[in-house]
């Protein structure tokens, strides 16, 4: 039985970090789409996406340290930018 939730706890930290990889990336792409849009209407949707993003990042931080979840240095809460 205690192998089960261990497996599962292995599981969810894997998925974590598979999900904090993904939104970073995610964060990357909406970044270079802002630096690259001149539409008011696309630069306020690109804002939206990358605050988006960053509160779901931070919130997956959040979860993978309370599992116990360890990842290297570049996996750290983001700053909301002004």
């Given at each position: 039985?205690?192998?089960?939730?261990?497996?599962?706890t292995?599981?969810?930290?894997?998925?974590?970090?598979?999900?904090?990889?993904?939104?970073?990336?995610?964060?990357?792409?909406?970044?270079?789409?802002?630096d690259?849009?001149?539409?008011?209407?696309?630069?306020?949707?690109?804002?939206?996406?990358?605050?988006?993003?960053?509160?779901?990042?931070?919130?997956?931080?959040?979860?993978?340290?309370?599992?116990?979840?360890r990842?290297?240095?570049?996996?750290?809460?983001?700053?909301?930018?002004?």
């Amino acid at each position: 039985m205690f192998r089960r939730t261990a497996h599962k706890t292995d599981d969810e930290r894997s998925e974590l970090l598979k999900a904090l990889e993904e939104t970073r990336s995610a964060l990357e792409d909406a970044r270079i789409s802002f630096d690259n849009t001149v539409e008011p209407e696309l630069v306020e949707a690109t804002v939206f996406e990358i605050n988006s993003l960053q509160a779901r990042y931070n919130y997956l931080i959040r979860r993978a340290r309370e599992t116990g979840c360890r990842a290297d240095a570049s996996f750290r809460p983001l700053r909301m930018e002004r």
